[in-house]
């Protein structure tokens, strides 16, 4: 099983700075790397797939870098509405799996 | 707009078998992977298994022994059962589909495991 080690667990930060997330893989996922959004009460939504790309409705702020075992979100100017838990999770190998989740907080 | 919507009791005893089932509105089944998805309270994600239209089936190893799902096409839903229940079942359930990535979720069902 490929497990998936994200930092920081927790990102104190304010409206209009830049935040960045990282997931570690423990071995290669080669770009099958997703990232998802979860607010309180609701479900995971995609904002990044393989890697880089932004799924659909997903505002240009966000982006994804990275391949292999090392990739890293940013949101370039932080919004009120992004303050949120961040998933990363691998579509490489069976079974999927997805990191422990970094919780985006307000400063 | 696809939609899904799990359904089922959202209390089971302990070495009782948890069953759900999640109906697909907007959107055939007969394409794509049906996946469940669960989520402890407070803690993260972790993937079940899936059903594909064909019937076929993959299931997490950790949970394999006790996971079986299946499909009804006629009634566009799909469903998990989970023998042998203890209180580290205890989650809020999704079903999903993927289509590369979790892109439709249901709004999640939590059942919690206690006698």
């Known amino acids: 099983e490929i497990v998936l080690t994200q930092s920081p667990a927790t990102l104190s930060l304010s409206p209009g700075e830049r935040a960045t997330l990282s997931c570690r893989a423990s071995?290669?996922?080669?770009?099958?790397l997703v990232w998802y959004q979860q607010k309180p009460g609701q479900a995971p939504r995609p904002l990044i797939y393989?890697?880089?790309n932004r799924a659909t409705g997903i505002p240009a702020r966000f982006s994804g870098s990275g391949s292999g075992t090392d990739f890293t979100l940013t949101i370039s100017s932080l919004e009120p509405e992004d303050f949120a838990v961040y998933y990363c999770?691998?579509?490489?190998?069976?079974?999927?799996?997805f990191g422990q989740g970094t919780k985006l907080e307000i400063k | 707009q696809v939609q899904l919507q799990e359904s089922g009791p959202g209390l089971v005893k302990p070495s009782e078998t948890l069953s759900l089932t999640c109906t697909v509105s907007?959107?055939?089944?007969?394409?794509?992977?049906w996946t469940w998805i669960r989520q402890p309270p407070g803690k993260g994600l972790e993937w079940i298994g899936y059903?594909?239209?064909?019937?076929?089936?993959n299931y997490n190893p950790s949970l394999k022994s006790r996971v079986t799902m299946s499909l009804d096409t006629s009634k566009n839903q799909f469903s998990l059962k989970l023998s042998s229940v203890t209180a580290a079942d205890t989650a809020l359930y999704y079903c999903?589909?993927?289509?590369?990535?979790?892109?439709?979720w249901g709004h999640g069902t939590l059942v919690t495991v206690s006698s």
């Open positions: 907007g959107g055939s089944i007969s394409t794509y992977s």
């Open positions: 999770q691998q579509r490489s190998n069976w079974p999927r799996t």
């Open positions: 071995q290669s996922v080669s770009s099958y």
């Open positions: 059903i594909y239209y064909t019937g076929s089936t």
């Open positions: 393989d890697a880089s």
């Open positions: 999903a589909r993927e289509a590369a990535v979790f892109d439709y």
